[in-house]
T-cell receptor, first 113, second 109 residues
Framework: ETGVTQSPTHLIKTRGQQVTLRCSSQ?????VSWYQQALGQGPQFIFQ???????GRGNFPPRFSGLQFPNYSSELNVNALELDDSALYLC????????????FGSGTQLSVL | TQLLEQSPQFLSIQEGENLTVYCNSS?????LQWYRQEPGEGPVLLVT?????EVKKLKRLTFQFGDARKDSSLHITAAQPGDTGLYLC?????????FGSGTKLNVKP
């Protein structure tokens, strides 16, 4: 069984740029959710995708957008990067059979300069 | 917005000591999860509690769900350096997950 993988592991961008982060869900999982974790804080829910549709969103502006593909992998896109977007971005997959249990990847550490 | 408050924020103890960390909310939880996150990794689920008053044990970890389902605690007996990490509580509600800010535990050998 393949776990959740995220790429890249680290990324440095400058303010105003755009970034795309990628996530491959665990085998058999059809739901992917994304989180932003600032240093010393808990993860903040960005949004969730189920069968290629967004079906839940946290308090993040529209410049945070996502996609889910037919193979259930997912992308997180952030436009017009701001300094405060510097954080660890975590992806988690789940499925009906796993209930509300989230399986997390190791994250992408984004630094915005 | 659902708010989960965790305490203490930081805890540094010696190996062999016992400790308890707490998770509280003003709202009733339908269920509550506890995760542990090690540096450079994503959180890993430890347990899900569902029923008010429920107690679950995972080796040296004991999880309790309050009778009113508005609070939960995690007790670690005889802590070991391998228990070091960030302990997070989380709630799932209306297609959204809410995490607390965590308790950062450091167990010194």
């Amino acid at each position: 069984e393949t776990g959740v993988t995220q790429s890249p592991t680290h990324l440095i961008k400058t303010r105003g740029q755009q970034v795309t982060l990628r996530c491959s869900s665990q085998s058999g999982h059809n739901t992917v959710s994304w989180y932003q974790q600032a240093l010393g804080q808990g993860p903040q829910f960005i949004f969730q995708y189920y069968r290629e549709e967004e079906n839940g969103r946290g308090n993040f502006p529209p410049r945070f957008s996502g996609l889910q593909f037919p193979n259930y992998s997912s992308e997180l896109n952030v436009n017009a990067l701001e300094l405060d977007d510097s954080a660890l971005y975590l992806c988690a997959s789940s499925s009906l059979s796993s209930g509300e249990k989230l399986f997390f990847g190791s994250g992408t550490q984004l630094s915005v300069l | 917005t659902q708010l989960l408050e965790q305490s203490p924020q930081f805890l540094s103890i010696q190996e062999g000591e016992n400790l308890t960390v707490y998770c509280n909310s003003s709202s009733v939880f339908s269920s509550l999860q506890w995760y542990r996150q090690e540096p450079g990794e994503g959180p890993v689920l430890l347990v899900t509690v569902v029923t008010g008053g429920e107690v679950k044990k995972l080796k040296r970890l004991t999880f309790q769900f309050g009778d009113a389902r508005k609070d939960s605690s995690l007790h670690i007996t005889a802590a070991q350096p391998g228990d070091t990490g960030l302990y997070l509580c989380a709630q799932y509600n209306f297609n959204k997950f809410y995490f607390g800010s965590g308790t950062k535990l450091n167990v010194k050998p």
